[in-house]
């Protein structure tokens, strides 16, 4: 996505979209919410300079402003580089094929194991045969 597309979007349509879609949702649900934070520290400082603006605590008002935006802006700084550490992250991680082929031997020593269970079971259920001869004419008369 380009950049004038996310610059565009409010901290509220950035964190409703980030909480809508949830391929981009942590990044943007991130962003929203400290872009949220960002407008309602400076609004807030905003509202309280135009209420003193005179007197003492105007000045330390301004210079509390002035660290918090710094501040926020280097939190906003780091959360707009969140999507491409989680790129080079995804990137960096080596997907085996031990995990692959532990699950197929597993899976090959199950059969194996279901095979002799079940050939044990179909011989221990048919009767052996008996030594005496049959008690009964085996062919029948016509």
Not at 37 to 47: F, I, M
């Given at each position: 996505?380009s950049?004038?597309?996310?610059?565009s979007?409010?901290?509220?349509e950035r964190l409703?979209?980030?909480?809508?879609?949830?391929?981009v949702?942590?990044?943007?649900?991130?962003?929203?919410?400290?872009?949220?934070?960002?407008q309602?520290?400076?609004?807030?400082?905003t509202?309280?300079?135009?209420?003193?603006?005179?007197?003492?605590?105007?000045?330390?008002?301004?210079?509390?402003?002035?660290?918090?935006?710094q501040?926020?802006?280097?939190?906003?700084?780091?959360?707009?580089?969140l999507?491409?550490?989680?790129?080079?992250?995804?990137r960096?991680?080596?997907?085996?094929?031990?995990?692959?082929l532990?699950?197929?031997?597993?899976?090959?020593?199950?059969?194996a194991?279901?095979?002799?269970?079940?050939?044990v079971?179909?011989?221990?259920?048919?009767?052996?045969?008996s030594p005496l001869?049959p008690?009964?004419?085996v062919?029948?008369r016509?």
């Amino acid at each position: 996505m380009s950049e004038k597309a996310e610059a565009s979007l409010t901290p509220r349509e950035r964190l409703t979209r980030g909480l809508t879609y949830s391929a981009v949702g942590p990044v943007d649900v991130t962003r929203g919410v400290v872009g949220l934070g960002v407008q309602s520290a400076n609004s807030t400082a905003t509202e309280l300079r135009r209420r003193y603006r005179e007197g003492r605590l105007a000045r330390e008002l301004a210079a509390a402003q002035e660290s918090i935006g710094q501040e926020l802006a280097a939190a906003q700084e780091v959360v707009a580089n969140l999507p491409q550490l989680l790129q080079e992250a995804r990137r960096n991680q080596r997907r085996s094929k031990k995990p692959w082929l532990i699950a197929g031997a597993a899976g090959v020593v199950v059969l194996a194991g279901g095979a002799v269970a079940f050939s044990v079971v179909r011989r221990s259920s048919r009767p052996e045969p008996s030594p005496l001869p049959p008690s009964v004419d085996v062919q029948p008369r016509p």
